[in-house]
């Protein structure tokens, strides 16, 4: 089946295993039936006994099973003929009944009654053909597979549109029997080579795409399937359509139906709560045992059982011959393959599906890795060989597999003996079904069914999200109500439109403590602290988007966005916002009867921030109708406010569809519009406000910006671009050393003439070194044996490729150019402009992290203008400062502690 067993803390999901599939193994009370929840290649795993990775490759000619002692040594386990002849019994006594099930399921239509004893040897003569298939290609020596439960229903559709439209259209019963013989190992053997294509070019990672809602709601349908299947089988009715449930009115078909659901339930408990390995084997022939007991303590014949309908009617000796007769080529009807074809797709996902978590089930209870798409090879081979010889689909039986690599043996020769076993079922004339208690065959497909509705329906509610389980039973229901093919279907199209649905309401918003990486004097810094930063009165306010926003989520983000910054919105607005939004139902929209309780009256009593910087580093995407009912109305709530709105980090498609629809400006406007509020003007001065987004690089550019405007609000006087630059240009000449004013202002206190004196010391354990605008300083991935300090210039840190395409309902359209001021572009080396994620400026300290850690470069170092002059530090000379010059060493370690507790600052991971 698909996948196993219960949850434990390794796998993500579990599914239930088939009747066939049903040993229980455990050591002690551990249930071991589990599964992963993929269909990739198994990892290493650990060995289970000692916690040390295994090598599959190297154990694979020298697998081994040992047993502990008393004395906690291991032993080799020594097996012979008679021990493979035993387990390859067991095996047997598990599988015959559940695959005579499986034949009365694909074969549940009427016209298939007279020819069910052919059919079901057809069946065990196709698990045969599995088994040789694994005996001789599986790189495990003791793989079992037969005709797993998988693909029944799929193949029961099919068998039944065949006998529904050749009846219909006048035909005979021989057409029918002729043309399902053909046409279902026909899919399966399309299915096999299908699968060897897949594992050959490693391609099995497409079958994970099918949703496992949807593939949850169709084994809950075998489940009930195979409920009603074995139900019918107990009381000899065809049971296809919901209202046959009411034969069960009837007394007497009630009384046969009840012994099947009760020894159902009892190899249910059993399967569950066993320890042992041949407890499921031996109460599997107990049952008709007792059975057959009771006819002779009760003096009942077997005649008169089957009478009363508790054995299967007499019919005619079935040879393997025979099976032969069951096709005459010329009543096949192959127009029907076009039928059937819709029903193929949906088994070939299915079964690969299934595949996949079956070899990967295996893989893990083992403890070794397997290659799933050498494994689906094998599957593969089986199915194809399987169709050709008129046979249906198959693959690994993760229990039986399990059990008998838990028995110890690593012989083929368990393999072989199946295979003879099977062969001598079908070349045996004795009809299965006219001497064996039909409420146990039906009881072997009850067992399936009650295990698998209950794992689907029942336990599975605690391991999904509840929309996740809607859509599961929604697909269940949608089976039964319109069909197989559609039923998927329908399941993936509201799994879709639930996943849209979800990932448009995503996007969440932070507000996040963080500041420019400029590097001000002590009194400036101070001023931005009491002005900007302090916690009382925050003038500088970053906030955060992330994820996606759409039409789904822009009117609860701007709600979120105006609770925030503490804007009161009149019901003028609210009137204003709701005729920008498109998707709003109600004249005032939804932000404010979605205002949460108390948090209003919070936010009205304080004072709003005079800017607000929106990081959209992680807002991967926006549509047309969010640009424009969110961030376009934001900025203008921001705008009659006086509030300086400006967003950073964006995408190229982003800042494309804010461009594109007047969000933000133009670039060209945006470029002049800066340069003008940073131009050097002293005075009184009234800090224009814009009714759209300006554009950023960087959010640290983006603060920086903000920082200069209200240095200049708070003191009539706009710092200096270069302000820092010149400072360091003066000390060249002057008494001490050039970094003394950096070390000051990233320290933020004056040092004293002690310190400056032996900061005249550093050059020696330093080198400036100059760089033109584009050389790399150091790039990622090499050795981190220095770190820097800018003296001149500015230094880019630039992000990995990015496209800046974005293709629009007219075509491809380029991005803009770069979202920052014209001398803070990066040109890389295709000649095109390139995304930065951040700058450093005079006085910014870089590589020092890498550093600190040992560790390779984690990004690209790139001077950006013409000049850009940084001073260097080695470990060799940190090495030679410290056992030199004590008290300087522990200098520039506060330096480096003190750029450290700014970069935490600015970090958001530790939220």
Same mark, same amino acid.
């Given at each position: 089946?698909?996948?196993?067993?219960?949850?434990?803390?390794?796998?993500?999901?579990?599914?239930?295993?088939?009747?066939?599939?049903?040993?229980?193994?455990g050591i002690g009370n551990e249930d071991r039936r589990r599964a992963p929840s993929r269909c990739d290649g198994m990892p290493l795993l650990e060995n289970p006994r000692d916690g040390q990775p295994y090598d599959a490759d190297a154990n694979k000619d020298q697998r081994r099973v040992h047993t502990s002692s008393s004395d906690g040594e291991t032993k080799e386990a020594r097996h012979t003929i008679v021990h493979y002849l035993v387990y390859?019994?067991?095996?047997?006594?598990?599988?015959?009944?559940?695959?005579?099930?499986?034949?009365?399921?694909?074969?549940?239509?009427?016209? !298939?009654?007279?020819?069910?004893?052919?059919?079901?040897?057809?069946?065990? #003569?196709?698990?045969?053909?599995?088994?040789?298939?694994?005996?001789?290609?599986?790189?495990?020596?003791?793989?079992?597979?037969?005709?797993?439960?998988?693909?029944?229903? #799929?193949?029961?559709?099919?068998?039944?549109?065949?006998?529904?439209?050749?009846?219909?259209?006048?035909?005979?019963?021989?057409?029918?029997?002729?043309?399902?013989?053909?046409?279902?190992?026909?899919?399966?053997?399309?299915? *096999?080579?299908?699968?060897?294509?897949?594992?050959?070019?490693?391609?099995?990672?497409?079958?994970?795409?099918?949703?496992?809602?949807?593939?949850?709601?169709?084994?809950?349908?075998?489940?009930? !399937?195979?409920?009603?299947?074995?139900?019918?089988?107990?009381?000899?009715?065809?049971?296809?359509?919901?209202?046959?449930?009411?034969?069960?009115?009837?007394?007497?078909?009630?009384?046969?139906?009840?012994?099947?659901?009760?020894?159902?339930?009892?190899?249910?408990?059993?399967?569950?709560?066993?320890?042992?390995?041949?407890?499921?084997?031996?109460?599997?022939?107990?049952?008709?045992?007792?059975?057959?007991?009771?006819?002779?303590?009760?003096?009942?014949?077997?005649?008169?059982?089957?009478?009363?309908?508790?054995?299967?009617?007499?019919?005619?000796?079935?040879?393997?011959?025979?099976?032969?007769?069951?096709?005459?080529?010329?009543?096949?009807?192959?127009?029907?393959?076009r039928e059937c074809i819709g029903t193929w797709v949906g088994m070939l996902f299915v079964v690969s599906f299934a595949s996949c978590l079956d070899i990967a089930a295996v893989s893990m209870d083992m403890g070794e890795a397997l290659e799933t798409n050498k494994e689906m090879v094998t599957v593969g081979i089986a199915n194809l060989l399987s169709g050709l010889m008129f046979g249906f689909t198959g693959s690994y039986i993760f229990s039986?597999?399990?059990?008998?690599?838990?028995? *110890?043996?690593?012989?083929?020769i368990i393999g072989v003996f199946i295979m003879l076993a099977y062969l001598l079922v079908c070349i045996s004339t004795i009809n299965i079904l006219q001497i064996a208690p039909l409420f146990f065959l039906g009881a072997t497909l009850i067992f399936i069914g009650y295990d698998l509705v209950w794992e689907w329906i029942v336990e599975i509610r605690t391991k999904l999200y509840l929309t996740e389980y809607i859509i599961l039973l929604v697909?269940?229901?949608?089976?039964?109500?319109?069909?197989?093919?559609?039923?998927?279907?329908?399941?993936?199209?509201?799994?879709?439109?639930?996943?849209?649905?979800?990932?448009?309401?995503?996007?969440?918003?932070?507000?996040?403590?963080?500041?420019?990486?400029?590097?001000?004097?002590?009194?400036?810094?101070?001023?931005?602290?009491?002005?900007?930063?302090?916690?009382?009165?925050?003038?500088?306010?970053?906030?955060?988007?992330?994820?996606?926003?759409?039409?789904?989520?822009?009117?609860?983000?701007?709600?979120?966005?105006?609770?925030?910054?503490?804007?009161?919105?009149?019901?003028?607005?609210?009137?204003?916002?709701?005729?920008?939004?498109?998707?709003?139902?109600?004249?005032?929209?939804?932000?404010?009867?979605?205002?949460?309780?108390?948090?209003?009256?919070?936010?009205?009593?304080?004072?709003?921030?005079?800017?607000?910087?929106?990081?959209?580093?992680?807002?991967?995407?926006?549509?047309?109708?969010?640009?424009?009912?969110?961030?376009?109305?934001?900025?203008?709530?921001?705008?009659?406010?006086?509030?300086?709105?400006?967003?950073?980090?964006?995408?190229?498609?982003?800042?494309?569809?804010?461009?594109?629809?007047?969000?933000?400006?133009?670039?060209?406007?945006?470029?002049?519009?800066?340069?003008?509020?940073?131009?050097?003007?002293?005075?009184?001065?009234?800090?224009?406000?814009?009714?759209?987004?300006?554009?950023?690089?960087?959010?640290?550019?983006?603060?920086?910006?903000?920082?200069?405007?209200?240095?200049?609000?708070?003191?009539?006087?706009?710092?200096?671009?270069?302000?820092?630059?010149?400072?360091?240009?003066?000390?060249?000449?002057?008494?001490?050393?050039?970094?003394?004013?950096?070390?000051?202002?990233?320290?933020? *206190?004056?040092?004293?003439?002690?310190?400056?004196?032996?900061?005249?010391?550093?050059?020696?354990?330093?080198?400036?070194?100059?760089?033109?605008?584009?050389?790399?300083? #150091?790039?990622?991935?090499?050795?981190?044996?220095?770190?820097?300090?800018?003296?001149?210039?500015?230094?880019?840190?630039?992000?990995?490729?990015?496209?800046?395409?974005?293709?629009?309902?007219?075509?491809?359209?380029?991005?803009?150019?770069?979202?920052?001021?014209?001398?803070?572009?990066?040109?890389?080396?295709?000649?095109?402009?390139?995304?930065?994620?951040?700058?450093?400026?005079?006085?910014?300290?870089? *590589?020092?992290?890498?550093?600190?850690?040992?560790?390779?470069?984690? !990004?690209?170092?790139?001077?950006?203008?013409?000049?850009?002059?940084?001073?260097?530090?080695?470990?060799?000379?940190?090495?030679?400062?410290?056992?030199?010059?004590?008290?300087?060493?522990?200098?520039?370690?506060?330096?480096?502690?003190?750029?450290?507790?700014?970069?935490?600052?600015?970090?958001?991971?530790?939220?």
């Amino acid at each position: 089946m698909a996948s196993y067993g219960t949850y434990d803390a390794n796998v993500s999901l579990s599914l239930p295993a088939s009747a066939t599939e049903y040993v229980v193994i455990g050591i002690g009370n551990e249930d071991r039936r589990r599964a992963p929840s993929r269909c990739d290649g198994m990892p290493l795993l650990e060995n289970p006994r000692d916690g040390q990775p295994y090598d599959a490759d190297a154990n694979k000619d020298q697998r081994r099973v040992h047993t502990s002692s008393s004395d906690g040594e291991t032993k080799e386990a020594r097996h012979t003929i008679v021990h493979y002849l035993v387990y390859a019994i067991i095996n047997v006594i598990i599988a015959v009944p559940g695959l005579i099930g499986y034949a009365s399921v694909i074969f549940n239509h009427p016209s !298939f009654q007279p020819h069910m004893a052919a059919l079901s040897k057809l069946v065990i #003569f196709s698990s045969l053909v599995h088994q040789f298939a694994f005996t001789m290609f599986s790189s495990l020596d003791f793989a079992i597979g037969t005709v797993q439960d998988a693909g029944l229903i #799929f193949l029961s559709v099919m068998a039944n549109r065949i006998a529904n439209k050749i009846l219909d259209e006048g035909g005979t019963v021989d057409e029918v029997v002729s043309t399902a013989v053909c046409i279902l190992p026909l899919g399966t053997a399309s299915l *096999g080579l299908v699968l060897i294509l897949l594992g050959k070019f490693r391609l099995l990672d497409i079958v994970s795409y099918l949703p496992m809602p949807v593939i949850g709601g169709y084994l809950a349908f075998i489940g009930y !399937f195979c409920l009603e299947a074995g139900v019918a089988l107990c009381i000899s009715k065809s049971m296809t359509k919901l209202t046959d449930w009411g034969y069960l009115l009837d007394p007497h078909l009630l009384l046969l139906a009840t012994p099947g659901l009760l020894a159902a339930l009892v190899l249910t408990i059993v399967s569950r709560k066993a320890t042992n390995d041949a407890v499921l084997p031996i109460v599997m022939v107990l049952i008709p045992a007792i059975f057959y007991i009771v006819l002779y303590l009760c003096g009942i014949s077997l005649d008169e059982a089957r009478d009363d309908g508790w054995v299967g009617e007499v019919s005619p000796p079935v040879s393997f011959t025979d099976l032969l007769h069951l096709v005459d080529f010329n009543l096949v009807q192959w127009s029907l393959v076009r039928e059937c074809i819709g029903t193929w797709v949906g088994m070939l996902f299915v079964v690969s599906f299934a595949s996949c978590l079956d070899i990967a089930a295996v893989s893990m209870d083992m403890g070794e890795a397997l290659e799933t798409n050498k494994e689906m090879v094998t599957v593969g081979i089986a199915n194809l060989l399987s169709g050709l010889m008129f046979g249906f689909t198959g693959s690994y039986i993760f229990s039986q597999t399990i059990f008998t690599f838990r028995t *110890g043996c690593r012989s083929r020769i368990i393999g072989v003996f199946i295979m003879l076993a099977y062969l001598l079922v079908c070349i045996s004339t004795i009809n299965i079904l006219q001497i064996a208690p039909l409420f146990f065959l039906g009881a072997t497909l009850i067992f399936i069914g009650y295990d698998l509705v209950w794992e689907w329906i029942v336990e599975i509610r605690t391991k999904l999200y509840l929309t996740e389980y809607i859509i599961l039973l929604v697909t269940f229901v949608a089976i039964q109500v319109i069909g197989m093919d559609f039923g998927i279907l329908f399941g993936v199209v509201v799994a879709l439109i639930d996943h849209v649905g979800t990932t448009t309401r995503v996007s969440s918003l932070n507000r996040v403590l963080k500041r420019s990486r400029m590097v001000w004097s002590a009194e400036t810094y101070n001023i931005l602290q009491l002005h900007g930063y302090s916690s009382d009165n925050e003038k500088i306010v970053t906030l955060e988007i992330k994820g996606p926003v759409f039409f789904g989520s822009s009117q609860k983000l701007l709600q979120d966005i105006t609770e925030e910054i503490g804007l009161d919105i009149s019901d003028k607005e609210l009137r204003q916002i709701a005729l920008a939004s498109p998707h709003t139902s109600t004249p005032h929209s939804s932000i404010k009867a979605r205002k949460p309780r108390g948090v209003n009256s919070r936010r009205r009593t304080r004072i709003h921030p005079q800017y607000v910087v929106l990081d959209m580093t992680s807002m991967h995407n926006l549509d047309a109708s969010a640009a424009s009912s969110c961030f376009l109305q934001l900025a203008k709530l921001c705008e009659k406010r006086g509030i300086f709105l400006c967003a950073a980090g964006v995408l190229p498609r982003v800042e494309w569809m804010l461009r594109s629809h007047h969000v933000a400006y133009a670039f060209d406007d945006e470029i002049k519009m800066k340069n003008d509020m940073l131009s050097h003007r002293d005075g009184q001065w009234n800090q224009p406000v814009f009714d759209k987004l300006i554009l950023f690089m960087t959010l640290f550019e983006a603060l920086e910006f903000c920082e200069r405007l209200l240095i200049r609000r708070v003191t009539n006087k706009m710092p200096q671009e270069r302000q820092l630059q010149s400072r360091v240009s003066v000390l060249n000449s002057g008494s001490h050393h050039p970094l003394t004013y950096i070390i000051q202002n990233v320290l933020r *206190g004056d040092l004293n003439e002690e310190d400056k004196v032996v900061l005249n010391g550093i050059e020696e354990y330093c080198k400036e070194v100059m760089y033109t605008k584009g050389e790399p300083i #150091f790039q990622r991935n090499t050795h981190s044996d220095a770190f820097y300090i800018v003296t001149r210039g500015i230094v880019a840190v630039p992000k990995r490729a990015m496209p800046s395409t974005v293709i629009s309902g007219a075509g491809a359209v380029r991005s803009t150019r770069n979202l920052s001021s014209p001398d803070l572009t990066f040109m890389g080396e295709d000649g095109h402009s390139t995304t930065i994620e951040s700058f450093h400026k005079v006085g910014g300290i870089f *590589g020092y992290c890498d550093y600190l850690l040992g560790r390779h470069r984690t !990004f690209d170092a790139v001077a950006q203008e013409g000049t850009t002059v940084v001073v260097r530090f080695t470990r060799a000379n940190m090495d030679r400062m410290k056992e030199q010059d004590r008290a300087l060493f522990v200098i520039i370690q506060n330096l480096l502690l003190n750029a450290s507790l700014m970069d935490l600052a600015n970090c958001t991971c530790h939220n």
